[in-house]
């Protein structure tokens, strides 16, 4: 199944409530009613994981930078707001990428010597700070490359009905069926039981994937849960 939009969704949950053509003014509402259910997913600890990439220019003589909605230039300015976490990263130079290691950790980042060296560089470490982020190049850039992230974040406020979601396919099921409730309440539309049943088993099994995501490697808990300041302990790796 492809990536779906914030609309595809809406309209989905409307079918599973009898609605095949929804009007203007329900498509808007449904997008209210996605983003509330979402927020409330979020604030019950159910984190939504989609993909993003994008692009930012560097500049020239920095090696820190904050990253998030509300970044300044120089820094990385990004609707979609901080990553939770960095799956990859490379600098296109030419139309040929070279990869950046987005596996440093903080301790082997302050083991450098040398932290205002100009070259291109090769590795990062990130430090998902709220409510910005932090990326930390081994090198100060020497040009403005073109550098290229692929991230984590976590859904939560859909902006617009064209919106996509680059998220796993399990969780388009979740958001259409529990969608459907949320919809057909505000209708005073009457569900079958099945729709119930199948909302609640797909809710249960994000469920399940977010608590073991946690029990194996702590990717699906946010550094805003587990830190209120940067000084304090970070209780998956044992470090601050």
Not at 214 to 223: A, C, M, N, T, Y
Request: proline fraction near 4%; include cysteine; hydrophobic fraction near 35%.
């Amino acid at each position: 199944m492809a990536d779906m939009t914030a609309q595809e969704v809406i309209t989905a949950s409307y079918r599973k409530c009898g609605v095949k053509s929804p009007s203007t003014q329900q498509l808007t509402d449904g997008l209210q009613d996605l983003q509330n259910m979402l927020s409330s997913w979020s604030a019950d600890g159910l984190i939504v994981p989609y993909s993003v990439t994008e692009s930012f220019a560097l500049t020239v003589g920095q090696a820190v930078y904050t990253i998030g909605v509300t970044g300044d230039s120089p820094d990385l300015t990004t609707s979609t707001g901080r990553p939770v976490k960095i799956t990859s990263a490379f600098i296109r130079i030419s139309n040929v990428d070279y990869p950046i290691n987005t596996d440093m950790t903080k301790k082997e980042y302050n083991a450098l010597l040398s932290k205002d060296t100009e070259d291109r560089p090769t590795e990062l470490y990130y430090d998902p700070q709220y409510p910005l982020g932090k990326i930390k190049f081994n090198y100060e850039a020497d040009s403005t490359y073109a550098f290229h992230l692929v991230s984590e974040k976590v859904l939560v406020n859909p902006t617009a009905q064209g919106t996509t979601f680059s998220i796993p396919l399990e969780y388009n099921r979740a958001m259409v069926y529990n969608l459907a409730i949320e919809l057909a309440v505000d209708n005073d539309i009457q569900l079958s039981a099945e729709v119930f049943n199948i909302a609640n088993r797909s809710y249960e099994i994000i469920e399940n994937i977010n608590a073991l995501d946690q029990l194996i490697s702590g990717v699906g808990v946010d550094s805003a849960i587990l830190s209120a300041g940067t000084g304090s302990m970070n209780i998956n790796r044992g470090d601050y």
